[in-house]
């Protein structure tokens, strides 16, 4: 066997044993079935197999459409699988199982999907860098093997990005390959004048645009035609722009045949991208300085930079193409303040082939320059790889590492499967990222809704396809529409009744705890067990996103947060049904409930109808009847309701707390006070509950009782809205405005939309000689809403008489009356307003509009002695 034929065999195996390194690295994490959710993994899994009913328009265009028919078609490819081998059950029950019960089949079908994907990614890096090593001109078997080829792939296979990403179901991986695939069309492009090429070459960048937006931007092929020496208005070059959008529309058409819903998510996510996260500004060079070092290593880092440095002096074509490449999609990537490290995927290949050309060709400089021997080119080359290998080798293990470690968030589900009886209310407090994995009802509702949205509301395939009875659900406290709570409440501990608080602290800003509420907590529970991760002093994580492992420092033992698990005795929760009829009941009442208020009355009547007709004695669904009826005003519904939930449970505090409200509102406070009081016994220190007793003693004159109930509730929950709007408007109607601003500005920072919070600190500031501050304040009343007339009223009253300008007023009194077309008293003042300007006869005119547009008004009389006082001055001037 010759010398040739021997370095081809190891050239093959070398190429073998890279892609084996590479698969390895990137399977082992779904392998061991650890990894956790990544958030926006359960996309790829919900909306590919709502395709499977036959409507392939997704309804989501946070991504534009590709990979979801992608996905759909392998969803459906197994459906028909596991058909033939007789092992699937009817189709509606096979979406059921993984789309509500069981998304963890589909999300690691999607996650093979993005193994394959980066794979094909280390692969395509390979085939650039001998392209680019040979001016464009090896076949691919040729470009692969040659030295360049496999340093890159090898540099490829262990780059901490792409095997950090690549186990993860989603479109960055997929988009990464196709970025990279483009950019090879491209660079063919110099040496090749066929149509079919450009076709192909913009065929692909339609193809990087439609699997995510970001690819649109692909700018190899105009750079690479450019480069060429060919005309601008060369029809090719044309025909490539066709097609490219051509590509686009047939893969996702979508955006065009549902143009309004892609238009809303397009500008969303543009407007998203923009703002970025937690007033994190990371400035125009954040991926190439830190983003693109963590992939590589320091060695490999600072080698491709030199290699673009050259690129940029020498300028031969092909690198000037990936140049292009890699420009436009840094780009497109980090123009807003959004830089998630997983952006910068497209441009790693691009990268690690600019490296690995620049390797053979520094070895090869050398032996030109006779520094080295000829015959050492290759071996040195080796070595210089496998040097530049070693860091980025030694942190891609350390993520798989972590990725098959058990996650403390995995280890916190466990014992709370274990420990705590299922249906219980669980305070989660550290923001929802950090959040165990558990079945809740609230995201089983999320699931639900998405699958009877595309199969309809037969709940038959749902009841038939929960095969696991074992699994035990439970109800998270915070949710979205009380995120503010989510750094540590006990207003909501006791409000919920959480017979457990699962706590959660990380360098992430995705995991956030109050600390005066952490050392609070000794007094209301008591720790039971704690999870983990290790010293994350020294690692490295992505600042935008949601995913516990780092980008650099290997010195966490597993990945999530800090976990730590307190009980609550006193509502220690007891054990709820978890049959299929229970858990679907539920689940249909928390969407009636979501629906009743958002204004959906006639969805909310039909989810409780159909929890009704599987489950009729709910106590739950009372609850929700009477949000139904207060909601239309049927007052008397409303008492039924609640008196059937005290029937089936006098104490119930849902019950007592509705009923109490309802009391409260007829004016009936002492009946409310006792109802209240109730329910405090159960829960003592729920700062709405306190907020809302103490308005009822106020109401019936024991104002230092509310005062007090007020000062507890916000000793509980110091950014309660209410509790400081209510005591502050007390302290100011009691005769200490001043006292009360401290309160009515917390109000109104805390509520910025709120005209009447605006209104009555401004109110309270007048009261306390700050006219100044009031007028700021009844503005910003009127730029909520600009039909507030209380606002203009007083805005016209503040400058005429306090601040002595009746030109400034004026507008707030012509606006009053046109709000108010019968309030005397702003006539009067408006008159008032024009006299103190030298305009009399506009005054008199002023006033006899007035007279004229309401002939019968009580206080008639008033205005015609003013107009005869003034028309009499009038003339005499």
Not at 384 to 394: D, F, M, R
Not at 521 to 535: F, H, M
Not at 586 to 595: M, P, Q
Not at 667 to 688: F, N, V, W
Request: charged share 15%; net charge neutral; glycine share 8%.
């Amino acid at each position: 066997m010759d010398g040739a034929v021997r370095l081809s065999i190891w050239r093959v195996a070398a190429l073998c044993g890279v892609m084996a390194l590479a698969a390895a690295l990137r399977g082992w994490g779904v392998l061991s079935g650890e990894l956790v959710w990544h958030p926006d993994e359960i996309f790829m899994a919900v909306y590919p197999l709502n395709m499977l009913s036959g409507d392939l328009n997704p309804h989501s265009f946070s991504y534009p459409g590709f990979h979801y028919s992608l996905l759909a078609g392998i969803y459906g490819l197994q459906f028909l699988l596991q058909s033939a081998t007789g092992t699937a059950p009817a189709l509606l029950e096979w979406v059921a199982t993984r789309q509500v019960w069981a998304p963890e089949a589909a999300r690691d079908t999607a996650r093979w999907v993005s193994v394959a994907y980066s794979l094909a990614t280390v692969f395509a890096t390979g085939l650039l860098a001998g392209q680019l090593a040979s001016g464009s001109h090896l076949s691919h078997w040729r470009a692969i093997t040659s030295v360049a080829g496999i340093a890159a792939t090898a540099l490829a296979a262990v780059n901490i990005l792409l095997v950090r990403q690549a186990p993860l179901a989603g479109t960055d991986a997929p988009l990464a390959f196709w970025f990279v695939a483009a950019t090879l069309a491209s660079v063919k492009l110099l040496r090749t004048e066929a149509l079919i090429d450009y076709v192909l070459a913009g065929a692909l960048v339609g193809v990087c645009a439609t699997t995510k937006y970001p690819g649109a931007a692909a700018g190899s092929v105009i750079a690479a035609h450019l480069l060429a020496r060919r005309g601008v208005f060369d029809r090719r070059l044309w025909l490539a722009g066709g097609v490219s959008i051509g590509a686009f529309l047939v893969l996702s058409p979508y955006t065009l045949l549902d143009y309004s819903t892609f238009q809303e998510y397009f500008l969303f996510q543009m407007k998203h991208a923009a703002e970025g996260r937690f007033g994190f500004e990371p400035g125009l060079l954040y991926h190439v300085r830190e983003t693109l070092r963590y992939g590589t290593g320091w060695l490999a880092w600072l080698g491709w930079l030199s290699v673009c440095v050259w690129s940029l002096w020498k300028r031969p074509s092909p690198h000037l193409v990936v140049l292009a490449a890699s420009a436009s999609a840094y780009a497109a990537v980090n123009w807003g303040d959004l830089v998630f490290a997983r952006y910068v995927l497209p441009l790693v290949p691009l990268q690690l082939a600019l490296l690995g050309d620049g390797i053979t060709r520094g070895c090869r400089h050398l032996a030109e320059g006779e520094r080295i021997a000829t015959a050492s080119v290759v071996p040195v080359a080796s070595m210089v790889t496998v040097i530049l290998c070693l860091q980025p080798a030694y942190g891609a293990w350390h993520v798989v590492r972590l990725q098959r470690s058990t996650d403390t968030r995995s280890q916190a589900r466990a014992w709370i499967e274990s420990n705590v009886q299922p249906g219980s209310t669980l305070c989660n407090f550290g923001g929802w990222a950090g959040d165990p994995k558990l079945n809740t009802y609230e995201e089983l509702w999320w699931r639900f809704r998405n699958y009877t949205n595309a199969y309809g509301q037969d709940l038959g395939p749902l009841r038939r396809a929960r095969l696991d009875e074992d699994t035990p659900f439970y109800s998270y406290a915070v949710q979205r529409g009380n995120v503010n709570e989510a750094t540590g409440s006990l207003s909501l501990l006791h409000s919920r009744g959480c017979s457990h608080l699962i706590l959660h602290q990380h360098p992430l800003t995705y995991s956030r705890l109050d600390s005066t509420f952490h050392r609070q907590l000794a007094q209301e529970a008591r720790l039971r067990v704690s999870y983990e991760p290790g010293d994350l002093r020294a690692s490295t994580f992505d600042p935008m996103d949601a995913y516990y492992i780092p980008l650099a420092g290997w010195a966490a033992l597993a990945p999530g947060p800090r976990i730590e698990i307190w009980e609550v005795e006193r509502f220690a929760g007891r054990a709820t049904s978890q049959t299929v009829t229970d858990i679907l009941s539920r689940t249909l009442l928390l969407g009636a409930e979501s629906k009743a208020n958002t204004g959906d009355l006639d969805g909310a009547r039909a989810d409780l109808a159909r929890a009704r007709t599987i489950e009729p004695g709910s106590s739950f669904a009372l609850e929700v009847e009477a949000i139904i009826a207060h909601s239309v005003g049927d007052l008397e519904a409303v008492e039924s309701a609640f008196q059937e939930v005290l029937a089936l449970d006098p104490e119930s505090v849902p019950g007592l707390t509705g009923m109490a409200q309802l009391r409260a509102g007829q004016g009936e406070h002492s009946q409310a006070i006792d109802l209240y009081g109730r329910a405090r016994r159960q829960r003592p220190r729920d700062a709405k509950l306190l907020n809302n007793l103490a308005v009822s003693y106020r109401a019936i004159g024991r104002s230092d009782t509310s005062r007090s109930l007020w000062l507890e509730a916000l000793s509980l929950r110091q950014d309660y809205a209410d509790a400081h709007f209510n005591l502050g408007t007390a302290l100011y109607l009691d005769g200490a405005p001043r006292a009360a601003l401290s309160n009515l500005n917390r109000a109104v920072e805390l509520v910025p939309d709120s005209a009447k919070y605006h209104s009555n600190a401004a109110v309270a500031h007048r009261a306390a000689g700050l006219p100044l501050r009031a007028v700021e304040l009844w503005q910003g009343a009127v730029r909520v809403d600009s039909s507030y007339v209380d606002a203009h009223f007083n805005l016209g009253y503040t400058y005429q008489y306090d601040l002595q300008s009746p030109q400034q007023a004026l507008p707030h009194w012509e606006r009053t009356r046109h709000l108010a077309p019968t309030d005397i008293d702003a006539a009067l003042h408006g008159a008032q307003a024009l006299m103190d300007l030298g305009r009399a006869t506009d005054a008199v005119k002023w006033m006899r509009g007035f007279v004229d547009s309401n002939p019968q008004h009580p206080r008639r009389d008033e205005v015609e002695a003013a107009l005869s006082v003034v028309a009499a001055a009038d003339t005499a001037r």
